[in-house]
């Protein structure tokens, strides 16, 4: 794992102001080691939950590790989830698909999607405790951004442009030098961990299907969701009793 690579994706996946000197993340974008970014929120976000706990309780930590991810990512996956809840959900063309999902203005779906998945966040969060949270938000980061690499590597980018073309392509050997990055994360509360991937292999796959079946393929949004909905995975399967 090279040091511009992690650049690179640190670039494209938060806002922490690492891009290159023109301004871009780089030119790969640093696929590979999108787990490792993700693990790093995820460690992120835990000292928030904990800071948090402190202060005002288990509800406080849960939506101050929340916050964390939000303002660490600059609300682009959140946002991503919100346009293709409106987006692919929506009757009508291909076209009148991909236009709500570029419209920069939620929908009734969008907010709806948004505000359960948050409080459904932050619900299983508060559940789970300090201790536990550790474990779960790590293995969520790296899992939730290996979901994220599959998708960029299985399906087509349907936009002309974006920040996401640059991103996407089928280069399996990423995804293989990503699913080694994010393996160690599956030894933390082993069972919840295995079980969190297998949830959240499903959910991307589930999201991927959609999406190339109501606009042929996916964009920026896309990717976006594909992290959320397997970081919510993960999530729950922390909270199953094994």
């Known amino acids: 794992m090279s040091f511009s690579s992690l650049r690179s994706a640190l670039a494209f996946l ?3 102001p690492v891009a290159t000197r023109d301004g871009s993340p780089g030119e790969r974008l640093g696929r590979a080691v999108f787990p490792a970014v993700g693990l790093l929120l995820g460690l992120v976000a835990w000292v928030a ?3 948090g706990s402190l202060l005002g309780g288990p509800l406080f930590g849960a939506v101050a ?3 964390a991810l939000a303002v ?7 946002d991503g989830f919100g346009d293709c809840a409106d987006g692919l959900l929506a009757s009508g063309s291909r ?3 991909l236009e709500i999902m570029r419209d920069p203005r939620l929908g009734a779906f969008g907010v709806v999607a948004l505000v359960l998945l948050l409080l459904a966040d932050a619900a299983l969060l508060q559940r789970l405790g300090v201790r536990l949270a550790l474990p779960s938000l790590v293995a969520a ?3 939730s951004r290996l979901a994220m690499l599959g ?3 299985a399906l087509p980018y349907v936009r002309p442009e974006g920040l996401g073309r640059a991103a996407s392509g089928r280069s399996r050997r990423d995804l293989a030098l990503g699913s080694l990055l994010a393996a160690p ?5 082993w069972p919840h961990a295995v079980l969190g991937a297998g949830l959240a292999a499903g959910a991307a796959a589930g999201i991927a299907a959609l999406a190339h079946n109501r606009i042929g393929g996916a964009t920026g949004d896309v990717y976006g969701a594909v992290s959320e909905l397997a970081q919510f995975a993960v999530l729950v399967a922390f909270v199953v009793p094994l």
């Open 49 to 51: 939950l904990w800071l």
């Open 95 to 97: 076209e009148h698909r």
């Open 185 to 189: 994360t599956l030894v933390l509360a």
């Open 72 to 78: 660490l990512t600059g609300g682009l996956h959140l």
């Open 65 to 67: 590790a929340l916050a």
């Open 14 to 16: 938060t806002v922490i």
């Open 141 to 143: 980061g790296a899992i």
């Open 151 to 153: 998708v960029l590597v």
